[in-house]
């Protein structure tokens, strides 16, 4: 932006500079983006810097007292998806030793049950609420809770993390959603060597997969000798159902080799079956996905079962992230700002950072930070 000059003559030619500078730029990212190596060389480079150890602390260092003996309740996106449930189990854990209670409720995989769920949550009338779901589609209930003076904080319930005011959130924890989509295709970029035949699978009725999906495609664009072949919105629930023909679809419409990404790892334990059984070679179908289910783990780690790679969250850090959040917002205090990085879990690095566990736990020490924080003894 060119900074106001007092004067005409000196206005005018500020402006002809900040024009210049800003064709200048624009010549410079055509150069870089037109660069088919350089974007091969930032995938790998990304690739390398999000694969490797997680051992900083770089969340709060300071928090308000704990507020005693509070009430939270835990909308479950799914109890039937491992993610959703063991945000739940580490939620529960931490708030027993917090002196709080917590209940879960299971917001069964769609948007009408979330909506039930949360009007269910309410009538317990406690002091705040945890929701693995998406915020902007239960806006109605969501309102009533605000005015009732619940506190409200979102795990991936947005399409970006940090506070929400405008849905009613306090705080959404998740990982950079841009960052992890584009870390997806970077894996394939890198992989592929700038030639990745892809096809990418969203569950746009999260915000959250809409823009991690989107960031996927748009760094696939990026790369001049990779194609997008497909982009597929399906809901999340119906997987079982539809992923195993959708799957057969693109075999058959694309043929192989092929890279397929999805926003979230639970989508290929129904593809997985699919290939083997029409004989497709591991080598031929390579699975990139986000979230970091045990299945997922144990994908990577067997090597033959097409899954290289998911952007793993780290489950039970999000789950202290959410009391620590709710303590501050029951304290007027602002949120904490957290976002950790996203992490790739790749057949090189398949059993480091609790990866031998079937999970991301990093080696940052967050569970002793958080109960330093609260002044709680960890047992």
């Known amino acids: 932006m060119t900074k106001r000059i007092p004067g005409r003559g000196r206005g005018h030619l500020a402006i002809c500079l900040g024009l210049g500078a800003a064709i200048l730029a624009l010549m410079q990212t055509g150069a870089r983006a037109a660069d088919p190596q350089a974007v091969i060389d930032r995938a790998i480079e990304n690739v390398k810097k999000f694969a490797g150890p997680q051992t900083t602390w770089d969340g709060p260092t300071s928090a308000p007292p704990l507020a005693k003996g509070k009430s939270i309740v835990f909308l479950s996106g799914d109890e039937q998806n491992d993610i959703s449930h063991l945000y739940g189990v580490y939620m529960k854990n931490a708030a027993d030793k917090m002196g709080w209670k917590l209940t879960v409720i299971d917001g069964h995989g769609s948007p009408t049950s979330w909506l039930a769920g949360l009007n269910q949550a309410i009538a317990l009338k406690p002091d705040g609420i945890v929701m693995f779901a998406d915020a902007a589609s239960l806006q109605d209930p969501m309102r009533t809770a605000a005015a009732q003076g619940i506190a409200m904080v979102g795990l991936h319930a947005a399409a970006t993390p940090g506070p929400h005011p405008e849905i009613n959130l306090f705080y959404n924890i998740q990982q950079d959603t841009v960052a992890i989509g584009q870390a997806e295709a970077d894996w394939v970029i890198a992989d592929s060597k700038g030639k990745g035949r892809v096809v990418i699978l969203s569950h746009n009725e999260y915000a959250i997969a809409a823009t991690k999906s ?49 926003v979230g790892d639970n989508d290929w334990d129904f593809a997985v079956p699919v290939l083997r059984s029409a004989g497709v070679k591991p080598d031929e179908v390579k699975l990139v996905a986000a979230d970091g289910n045990r299945s997922a783990y144990d994908r990577i780690r067997q090597g033959k079962s097409y899954q290289l790679v998911t952007v793993s969250e780290p489950i039970e ?63």
């Open 214 to 262: 989107g960031a996927t495609r748009d760094r696939i664009k990026e790369c001049t000798g990779c194609a997008v072949l497909d982009y597929v919105n399906s809901p999340a629930s119906e997987a079982a159902q539809r992923q195993p023909q959708l799957t057969t679809s693109w075999v058959q419409r694309f043929g192989l080799p092929l890279y397929a990404t999805s």
């Open 317 to 379: 850090l999000q789950a202290f992230q959410a009391l620590d959040e709710l303590n501050r917002a029951f304290n007027k205090a602002p949120p904490s700002g957290y976002v950790q990085s996203p992490y790739l879990v790749t057949p090189q690095n398949v059993n480091a950072e609790g990866g031998d566990k079937n999970a991301f736990f990093p080696s940052n020490g967050y569970k002793e930070h958080y109960f330093k924080l609260w002044g709680v003894e960890a047992k």
